[in-house]
């Protein structure tokens, strides 16, 4: 029989995972694919961003409190998720920025940092690996470091000659990294709201988006997977102290999400399999190479 497929997600902190791909990830578990999510840092200096918990003892429990919304979000997912151990770096603000904290992920050696990915890496065998592009998705130090452990990883996991003592060797197929926003996506679902004579959060944006590159023209693969944005905002709202449910992200009526813009999108960096571009799916390749269950 053929090998069950195999996919892992590479994140900086608990709840990127249910922002970035979580309903791809859904609908591959919906389809018996094995996928597991690896958290880089514990979130430990993340913010407080519902304003209904921002309070003194979440901020005094802040660590324990998000690796249990960590643990309510795999299960609405119905993935497996391994911690890599690291410190939140937290998002340095003002001008100088101040420094990093000592000892934070984003301070690590990429070298030594990966080598915990590398271990996981060869126990789970994942066939396809996904992860953060060169900026980390947008400028946060433990996003860029994750880009650059993921990729280290990805690319040592299977030369028996690196790393050596953590397992045997091992492969992933395909590499990719999360593309969640670009201007066609923005415009569609800003447009379906004018149509629809609702108020659009995404004026502002477009105002601005010549101040930021359009990584639109990156994406290879769009994976259609609107049936599982509900469970994506599940997942979401089960990270309580870091999304307010009245908020930002819960403007766009679910039903015009998933017709103005009804898949989540992906830029193929590696690739060991024969897989024409433009791609639908993340294992395309893989599977005809037999790698199937």
């Not at 603000?93 to 990429?110: I, M, N, S, T």
């Not at 197929?173 to 593309?179: F, P, R």
């Not at 944005?229 to 870091?242: G, I, M, N, Y």
């Amino acid at each position: 029989m053929a090998e069950k497929l195999r996919l892992m997600a590479v994140h900086a902190h608990p709840d990127d995972e249910s922002s970035k791909g979580a309903a791809t990830m859904a609908k591959y578990v919906a389809e018996g694919v094995d996928v597991l999510v690896v958290t880089c840092t514990g979130g430990e200096r993340g913010s407080v961003l519902n304003p209904k918990l921002d309070r003194p003892e979440v901020w005094a429990n802040i660590g324990e409190i998000r690796r249990a919304e960590m643990d309510a979000a795999r299960a609405v997912l119905g993935v497996e998720q391994a911690w890599l151990g690291f410190v939140d770096s937290g998002l340095p603000e003002g001008d100088p920025l101040p420094p990093l904290p000592e000892g934070c992920f984003a301070l690590q050696d990429v070298e030594v940092a990966a080598g915990p990915l590398v271990k996981l890496m060869r126990e789970f065998r994942p066939h396809v690996v996904t992860t953060y592009d060169e900026e980390g998705g947008y400028p946060h130090p433990d996003h860029i470091m994750c880009h650059k452990v993921s990729v280290a990883a990805f690319d040592a996991a299977g030369d028996p000659d690196r790393y050596p003592e953590l397992g045997t060797p091992w492969q992933p197929l395909k590499l990719y990294y999360d593309i969640g926003f670009s201007k066609g996506k923005i415009t569609a679902l800003h447009e379906g709201m004018l149509a629809a004579g609702l108020t659009s959060p995404y004026d502002d944006w477009l105002k601005r988006w010549d101040e930021r590159p359009d990584k639109g023209p990156r994406i290879t693969t769009r994976v259609e997977c609107a049936e599982y944005f509900p469970v994506r905002d599940d997942a979401l709202r089960a990270h309580a102290t870091q999304v307010d449910p009245d908020g930002f992200w819960f403007h766009v009526p679910m039903e015009l999400q998933q017709r103005a813009w009804p898949t989540e999108d992906f830029q193929l960096v590696r690739s060991t399999v024969d897989s024409p571009l433009p791609e639908s799916d993340l294992f395309a390749g893989v599977r005809e190479a037999g790698h199937v269950g």
